[in-house]
């Protein structure tokens, strides 16, 4: 059967915006290598990460159920310096692992034939959870680290990817032995799990490439320095629910090039992949692990007009780019407007590979094979978030559902409920809790019928946050 079988790329960038590509509707960025392969499958409006920061998304990418499912609720702080952080609550905890014993994506494609192969950022536990013992023949660069924190630069001193020659760009080398494996001779079809650092922080970009963005800004009447104005990083215990200002128009050269690189790098790949005569079967799926940094951090990025972005469960932090495409197989040119959610992954690409679905193993993804094939709408259902974190970017502990149209959060902090369509109301401007309370109603049952059904964990009292805030206005 494994020589019947698709070959699969899963490209998955960091942080990457909903509007940050050119064909999603940037006019600053440039990314015409991956809008031209967009083009040549389905393209997805209304995608979502399971969560507003990258391991519970990566979790269930991989498990094909929610983070609350699975434990790993927030990023995984390995030294445990920020965690559990504390506001008014204390942050629910949350498992600092993928855990072995799900029988995740990497193992059912390989259990089915497949070479299964990652490369680049894990984020998903250390030590003995990393790649290497959970599916996959192949870890390059897979480790704890959740970003390059000596840069993009080499050397980048990550786990299982050695420092290359003084100065080289990781998203070329990440790239350079990704076209490896593809070149490698086989019988099997291969998994390819190509996770880029890009565009994480910190925002670190070839010079050649700065410049030309700098140039682009000057031409387009863009002010770098006041085209922004960003609430700055401040102690969680002083964080409110509060929306923050944030940057108003994508002008960041840095985040620029580095996308622009991204792009670039891909169309090597797809290059790679065409002379190795694979392009054919080859199924390719491209989306972020949460939505683009927009309220800290230096804000590289802007979402408008999705409101906030990473850390938040506003739409600006969890709505991402997702396309898939598979020549032949999925209608090019075509797209789809229904809520596909990260937990969806799993069951589809099995679907799609004419594998056995493991509906024990993905229970909270649905599969869009049948959409993909045919264009036709996907099943209507509910789409749940469960962040009980405070998050490095403003964001305070929240759930969310989305059905239809419409959108329900719930904040833990106050338990205030904001209800918004977002047809009408994509900035989430305009909250429809008082005015239609019925549907209120029925949306919060329903979202806290999945919590207990999960057993989600919900972040508790902080008895020391009055003394605290006494403290500090003191």
Known sequence: MAANLPNIIFILVDDLGWRDLSGYGSIYYETPVLDALAQQGMIFSDAYAAAPVCSPSRASLLTGRYPARVGVTDWIDIGYGIHPARGRLIDAPYRPHLPLEEFNLARALKQAGYATWHVGKWHLGADEFTPEYQGFDVNIGGGHHGHPWKGYFSPWSLNRLEDG?????????????????????????????????????????????????????????IDQLNAFVVGDYFPVKHKKNIRIQRRVVQSHPGYAAMLSNLDWNTGRLLQ?????????????????????LATSEGAPTCNAPLSEGKG??????????????????????????????????YPTLLEMAGLPLRPEQHCDGVSFASALRSAQPALLRPVFWHYPHYGNQGGTPACAVRLGEYKLIEFFEDGRLELYHLVSDIQEKHNLAQAQPERRQEMHALLLEWRSQVEAKIPQPNPDWAVDMRREQN
């Open 272 to 292: 790679a992949l065409e002379v190795t005569g694979q392009a054919a079967n080859t199924l390719i799926v491209f989306t972020s692990d949460n939505g683009g």
């Open 165 to 221: 020659p003084p100065g080289e760009y990781l998203t070329d080398r990440l790239t350079d032995e990704a076209i490896r494996l593809l070149r490698q001779p086989r019988q099997a079809p291969f998994f390819l799990n190509l996770w880029h650092y890009a565009v994480h922080t910190p925002i670190q970009a070839k010079v050649e490439d700065m410049q030309r963005f700098e140039a682009k800004a000057r031409r387009m009447g």
């Open 312 to 345: 938040w469960l506003y739409e600006g932090g969890s709505r991402v780019p997702l396309f898939f495409v598979w020549p032949s197989v999925i209608p090019a040119g075509s797209s789809c407007p229904a809520a596909f959610c990260s937990p969806d992954l």
